[in-house]
């Protein structure tokens, strides 16, 4: 958890740095360098959170950014995909109407390229909400530009040179496109493509079944299209595990097809479309949405002339816990160091590069309970400890299935299941996995029950009312209890006074 003042102590040695001197580079040539405290490379959501770290304790700074303004979540990421999720869902509602005794569903239709024009009315205010905040209100702080490392210390972007007493690389990622693929032109989208769609094809395949493309297809198959997803793996969502992956693969399926296990190959066709297959499976579409991951935005940056360590997978080795690379006067936060590509932890991150780039002295800091949630319905989400880290002879494992969940009943969503993870000798949590009903919310309530190291008895004698999805979670309590050491008669879940 990013919590200041468990840092222990501030940075009293920190002193401003304004002048500037020339340097010869090219030959010979002088060149005017611009000396500042910190740069930070990249105007996303981590280095927009850096730099209001830096901001408390300098004013000579310098914000980088070459790209498209407006941080990835809103302009591509998080805002746009929910405003279609919404969308997606509430024209998909109309299929309970006929048992719930609304007549009518049958004459409602969706325009999807009006729907698609919300999203990008949507998408554009939460752009503006971030511009309007940050670079709308910049001087010569804000550098339109790439910047490329000369030094640990020294910056070229496209041409000017500024030295920084440190640097933050907040650079983001981008969706990864296989090479293959590139031949096959826009009939190959991304979420950077998608939302400016004017209209949607009558038929997809969305190649790739982890967050983004699990939220997306069932998004695409609710507005109307034929979708087939087809992903490597055997199961969707990325979870570990294997009840609540097997559960939340079969609902998904019963919505739309799912080839899962065999990779994608993807052919030309003589009408402009495209056959996808997968194993024995093959299909025809318009176009494909690739959600087969992102990648880190380096390769502009030149670190390999640092001699920076790097690992698998080209990312600079650092601490997550301070976000230093190496003993350098340089900090990596958010989606470009491949960690937890998730918006609250790229703005933990680029508090705590931001805090350090000021620091005399770099501090570690405590990170939050992992916390990821998949907006599909139900919702998946997995919360603190992965169940391929447990040792599953010490831990109890409380279930609870949503079928007679009564409010789930109510809802018509009764599917899924929801599983708690709890250690036998002391009855801490230590994590969980769903596929639920509004997830979203029980699995903040569970992070911040293992964030608080409470036990399985200490959440039981908190109040849950009913009928509500937070029953469910109170019963998979008590399956845990059940199976921690010690005798029942011990857990009481009421206080004594």
Same mark, same amino acid.
């Given at each position: 958890?990013?919590?200041?003042? +468990?840092?222990?102590?501030?940075?009293?040695?920190?002193?401003?740095?304004?002048?500037?001197? !020339?340097?010869?580079?090219?030959?010979?040539?002088?060149?005017?360098?611009?000396?500042?405290?910190?740069? %930070?490379?990249?105007?996303?959501?981590?280095?927009?959170?850096?730099?209001?770290?830096?901001?408390?304790?300098?004013?000579?700074?310098?914000?980088?950014?070459?790209?498209?303004?407006?941080?990835?979540?809103?302009?591509?990421?998080?805002?746009?995909?929910?405003?279609? %999720?919404?969308?997606?869902?509430?024209?998909?509602?109309?299929?309970?109407?006929?048992?719930?005794?609304?007549?009518?569903? *049958?004459?409602?239709?969706?325009?999807?390229?009006?729907?698609?024009?919300?999203?990008?009315?949507?998408?554009?205010?939460?752009?503006?909400?971030?511009?309007?905040?940050?670079?709308?209100?910049?001087?010569?702080?804000?550098?339109?530009?790439?910047?490329?490392?000369?030094?640990?210390?020294?910056? *070229?972007?496209?041409?000017?040179?500024?030295?920084?007493?440190?640097?933050?690389?907040?650079?983001?990622?981008?969706?990864?496109?296989?090479? !293959?693929?590139?031949?096959?032109?826009?009939?190959?989208?991304?979420?950077?493509?998608?939302?400016?769609?004017?209209?949607?094809?009558?038929?997809?395949?969305?190649?790739?079944?982890?967050?983004?493309?699990?939220?997306?297809?069932?998004?695409?198959?609710?507005?109307?299209?034929?979708?087939?997803?087809?992903?490597?793996?055997?199961?969707?969502?990325?979870?570990?595990?294997?009840?609540?992956?097997?559960?939340?693969?079969?609902?998904?399926?019963?919505?739309?097809?799912?080839?899962?296990?065999?990779?994608?190959?993807?052919?030309?066709?003589?009408?402009?479309?495209?056959?996808?297959?997968?194993?024995?499976?093959?299909?025809?579409?318009?176009?494909?949405?690739?959600?087969?991951?992102?990648?880190?935005?380096?390769?502009?940056?030149?670190?390999?002339?640092?001699?920076?360590?790097?690992?698998?997978?080209?990312?600079?080795?650092?601490?997550?816990?301070?976000?230093?690379?190496?003993?350098?006067? %340089?900090?990596?936060?958010? *989606?470009?160091?491949?960690?937890?590509?998730?918006?609250?932890?790229?703005?933990?991150?680029?508090?705590?590069?931001?805090?350090?780039?000021?620091?005399?002295?770099?501090?570690?800091?405590?990170?939050?309970?992992?916390?990821?949630?998949?907006?599909?319905?139900?919702?998946?989400?997995?919360?603190?400890?992965?169940?391929?880290?447990?040792?599953? *002879?010490?831990?109890?494992?409380?279930?609870?299935?949503?079928?007679?969940?009564?409010?789930?009943? %109510?809802?018509?969503?009764?599917?899924?299941?929801?599983?708690?993870?709890?250690?036998?000798?002391?009855?801490?949590?230590?994590?969980?996995?769903?596929?639920?009903?509004?997830?979203?919310?029980?699995?903040?309530?569970?992070?911040?029950?293992?964030?608080?190291?409470? +036990?399985?008895?200490?959440?039981?004698?908190?109040?849950?009312?009913?009928?509500?999805?937070?029953?469910?979670?109170?019963?998979?309590?008590?399956?845990?209890?059940?199976?921690?050491?010690?005798?029942?008669?011990?857990?009481?879940?009421?206080?004594?006074?």
């Amino acid at each position: 958890m990013f919590d200041e003042a +468990s840092a222990g102590r501030g940075a009293p040695g920190w002193r401003p740095c304004y002048s500037s001197t !020339q340097v010869a580079i090219g030959g010979g040539d002088l060149t005017m360098e611009r000396k500042v405290d910190v740069a %930070i490379i990249g105007a996303g959501t981590s280095g927009l959170t850096a730099l209001g770290k830096v901001r408390h304790k300098t004013s000579n700074f310098v914000l980088i950014d070459g790209g498209e303004l407006g941080t990835t979540c809103a302009r591509v990421g998080c805002m746009p995909s929910k405003a279609a %999720i919404q969308v997606a869902e509430d024209f998909h509602r109309r299929q309970a109407f006929q048992r719930l005794g609304i007549r009518g569903q *049958d004459d409602l239709s969706i325009d999807v390229a009006d729907a698609m024009e919300h999203v990008r009315d949507l998408r554009d205010i939460f752009v503006d909400q971030v511009l309007s905040s940050s670079t709308d209100e910049m001087g010569d702080e804000f550098i339109q530009g790439y910047a490329r490392f000369v030094e640990p210390n020294l910056l *070229d972007v496209d041409g000017q040179l500024i030295r920084s007493k440190s640097v933050v690389i907040a650079t983001g990622s981008r969706p990864i496109v296989p090479k !293959q693929w590139l031949e096959f032109g826009d009939r190959v989208l991304t979420t950077d493509e998608l939302f400016e769609q004017e209209e949607l094809p009558p038929s997809m395949a969305v190649i790739g079944l982890g967050v983004v493309g699990l939220e997306l297809g069932q998004a695409l198959r609710r507005l109307g299209l034929q979708v087939t997803g087809v992903d490597v793996a055997e199961s969707v969502g990325g979870l570990s595990d294997p009840v609540v992956a097997k559960v939340a693969t079969e609902i998904m399926a019963a919505e739309l097809p799912l080839w899962l296990g065999a990779p994608a190959l993807i052919e030309a066709q003589a009408d402009g479309r495209l056959r996808v297959s997968s194993g024995e499976r093959s299909v025809v579409v318009d176009k494909i949405l690739a959600s087969v991951g992102r990648t880190p935005n380096l390769d502009r940056l030149g670190l390999a002339e640092l001699g920076i360590e790097i690992d698998a997978h080209g990312v600079p080795l650092h601490s997550r816990n301070s976000m230093q690379i190496g003993d350098l006067p %340089i900090f990596i936060a958010g *989606d470009v160091n491949a960690d937890r590509p998730i918006l609250h932890e790229a703005s933990d991150e680029g508090r705590i590069a931001g805090y350090n780039a000021v620091a005399e002295t770099p501090v570690s800091f405590r990170r939050r309970t992992p916390l990821a949630i998949t907006f599909c319905d139900p919702n998946i989400a997995a919360v603190g400890a992965s169940w391929d880290t447990l040792d599953l *002879d010490r831990v109890a494992v409380g279930e609870i299935r949503f079928g007679p969940v009564g409010r789930a009943l %109510i809802l018509g969503k009764n599917k899924g299941v929801l599983r708690v993870y709890a250690d036998k000798a002391s009855g801490r949590l230590l994590g969980g996995a769903m596929v639920a009903p509004r997830g979203e919310h029980l699995a903040h309530s569970l992070a911040w029950a293992v964030q608080q190291q409470l +036990s399985v008895s200490d959440l039981l004698k908190m109040p849950f009312y009913h009928p509500t999805l937070e029953e469910a979670l109170q019963v998979a309590l008590y399956h845990a209890r059940d199976q921690l050491d010690g005798s029942r008669e011990e857990m009481v879940e009421l206080h004594r006074l």
